[in-house]
């Protein structure tokens, strides 16, 4: 894999880097010199003796931190002294290690729907969407979000998008089972009775409306020879007993017309779902039906609609319009849902549920994407971008080591001194 270079540029972390290495190196260098002049004069004055000897300690100390510093980030004085320039070279075992340990301790599901249980996300968003203010920010960004859109799609790309989605869902569901199961669902608890009373006052009103076109027709259709009164005669026994029948059915629960019907419904029903002869001739409707030209024209009349409508609300937004429906539904369903608690705990519960399995199924690949991360980056530019970040911090160590080899120097000589 190639390696990937970052900026590690920071000019006030590294003054401040260079600054403490300069004190270490400072009271190292410092321990050197009061050591040599201990040596040289501790003859003339044995009690500098003490002095060599926290010195000298002192020396072997901030050498040893030093040295132990330095092999984290690079090779000491250039020399390729094994187990040294700890950081280059295991740079992808770091990346590794960092992206486990982000894996394991922050992405954690059970951490992240404790820490989320916590901050109650659906109550802060809801009380959040309640504000005037932010409700009409989300209302506008909506409406010129959707305006936007509606300007830049092609309209005969939405067209085709319309007619393969309908088509495609049309096709999907089979038409006969479909009617079948709508008039069983109609026919249940004898709720299609309803519509065969209105049906049949229907035909009579329509029978009592058109009696001159039936009195017309029965002359039409008898001899010539009949006198008019006969066929008058035969027109009101026809309408009259249309009449009767329709009034008798629709009064009469259970004559013989009426439960022929029901009988001649539930059979319908009944081949619909099972007939495949039926089936078939309802497909080839239905085929016939989306190969209609109406189909396209009703996309493309529908699309035209929905688009003029979006770019007329984004307008209106934009020229700073009163609160629209997206705002005044957006605050009214916050306040609905902020006054019942037990369907806030819901929300909650789902949104902790929902980024706990995001989290879940893709804790692996953020654990991934740091190690890659890592391993793309140049090894000496990530040891100088480390050594930047920490850098300063472990320069306390070789104070720290120099100060504490001068003590314990300090304290072996002097109790070397008492027994001997």
């Given at each position: 894999?190639?390696?990937?270079?970052?900026?590690?540029?920071?000019?006030?972390?590294?003054?401040?880097?260079?600054?403490?290495?300069?004190?270490?190196?400072?009271?190292?260098?410092?321990?050197?010199?009061?050591?040599?002049?201990?040596?040289?004069?501790?003859?003339?004055?044995?009690?500098?003796?003490?002095?060599?000897?926290?010195?000298?300690?002192?020396?072997?100390?901030?050498?040893?931190?030093?040295?132990?510093?330095?092999?984290?980030?690079?090779?000491?004085?250039?020399?390729?002294?094994?187990?040294?320039?700890?950081?280059?070279?295991?740079?992808?075992?770091?990346?590794?290690?960092?992206?486990?340990?982000?894996?394991?301790?922050f992405?954690?599901?059970?951490?992240?729907?404790?820490?989320l249980?916590?901050?109650?996300?659906?109550e802060?968003?809801?009380?959040w969407?309640?504000?005037?203010?932010?409700?009409?920010?989300?209302?506008?960004?909506?409406?010129?979000?959707?305006?936007?859109?509606?300007?830049?799609?092609?309209?005969?790309?939405?067209?085709?998008?319309?007619?393969?989605?309908?088509?495609?869902?049309?096709?999907?569901?089979?038409?006969a089972?479909?009617?079948?199961?709508?008039?069983?669902?109609?026919?249940?608890?004898?709720?299609?009775?309803?519509?065969?009373d209105?049906?049949?006052?229907?035909?009579?009103?329509?029978?009592?409306?058109?009696?001159?076109?039936?009195?017309?027709?029965?002359r039409?259709?008898?001899?010539?020879w009949?006198?008019?009164?006969?066929?008058?005669?035969?027109?009101?026994?026809?309408?009259?007993?249309?009449?009767?029948?329709?009034e008798?059915?629709?009064?009469?629960?259970?004559?013989?017309?009426?439960?022929?019907?029901?009988a001649?419904?539930?059979?319908?029903?009944?081949?619909?779902?099972?007939?495949?002869?039926?089936?078939?001739?309802?497909?080839?409707?239905?085929?016939?039906?989306?190969?209609?030209?109406?189909?396209?024209?009703?996309?493309?009349?529908?699309?035209d609609?929905?688009?003029?409508?979006?770019?007329?609300?984004?307008?209106?937004?934009?020229?700073?319009?009163?609160?629209?429906?997206?705002?005044q539904?957006?605050?009214?369903?916050?306040?609905?849902?902020?006054?019942?608690?037990?369907l806030?705990?819901?929300?909650?519960?789902?949104?902790?549920?929902?980024?706990?399995?995001?989290?879940?199924?893709?804790?692996?690949?953020?654990?991934?994407?740091?190690?890659?991360?890592?391993?793309?980056?140049?090894?000496?530019?990530?040891?100088?971008?480390?050594?930047?970040q920490?850098?300063?911090?472990?320069?306390?160590?070789?104070?720290?080591?120099?100060?504490?080899?001068?003590?314990?120097g300090?304290?072996?000589?002097?109790?070397?001194?008492?027994?001997?």
């Open positions: 894999m190639a390696s990937v270079p970052f900026s590690v540029d920071d000019p006030e972390k590294q003054a401040r880097l260079n600054s403490m290495k300069r004190r270490a190196t400072g009271l190292l260098l410092l321990a050197v010199a009061v050591f040599l002049g201990a040596v040289a004069y501790e003859g003339a004055y044995p009690g500098l003796g003490y002095v060599r000897a926290a010195a000298e300690a002192a020396v072997v100390g901030g050498l040893a931190h030093w040295f132990a510093v330095t092999a984290l980030f690079r090779h000491p004085l250039g020399i390729p002294i094994p187990h040294t320039a700890i950081v280059p070279r295991r740079k992808d075992r770091i990346g590794g290690a960092l992206g486990n340990f982000v894996q394991r301790n992405l954690s599901p059970e951490l992240i729907r404790a820490r249980g916590e901050l109650r996300l659906a802060r968003v809801l009380r969407v309640a504000e005037p203010e932010h409700a009409q920010r989300v209302a506008q960004s909506v409406a010129r979000g959707l305006a936007g859109g509606a300007r830049v799609l092609k309209d005969e790309d939405v067209q085709a998008l319309i007619d393969r989605a309908v088509a495609a869902r049309v096709r999907r569901t089979p038409l089972p479909l009617v079948g199961n709508l008039l069983a669902h109609l026919t249940a608890d004898n709720r299609h009775e309803q519509l065969l209105e049906a049949l006052r229907i035909l009579g009103r329509t029978v009592e409306e058109h009696e001159a076109v039936i009195r017309e027709r029965v039409a259709e008898s001899p010539w009949i006198p008019e009164g006969i066929d008058d005669r035969i027109h009101d026994k026809i309408v009259t007993g249309i009449e009767r029948t329709l008798q059915v629709g009064q009469d629960r259970e004559h013989p017309l009426r439960l022929r019907f029901d001649a419904l539930a059979r319908f029903i009944e081949r619909l779902r099972t007939d495949p002869e039926l089936a078939g001739r309802a497909e080839a409707i239905k085929e016939e039906m989306l190969a209609h030209p109406a189909v396209r024209q009703f996309s493309a009349a529908l699309w609609d929905v688009k003029q409508s979006l770019i007329r609300y984004g307008e209106q937004h934009e020229a700073g319009a009163g609160a629209g429906p997206i705002e539904g957006l605050r009214s369903l916050a306040d609905a849902v902020l006054a019942d608690p037990e806030i705990a819901k929300l909650d519960r789902w949104l902790i549920e929902a980024i706990a399995g995001l989290v879940e199924q893709y804790r692996t690949d953020v654990g991934k994407f740091i190690s890659d991360t890592v391993a793309a980056w140049d090894p000496e530019a990530t040891s100088r971008k480390i050594e930047l920490i850098g300063r911090d472990l320069q306390f160590v070789r104070i720290n080591g120099t100060v504490v080899g001068a003590l314990v300090l304290a072996l000589y002097t109790l070397s001194r008492f027994l001997a």
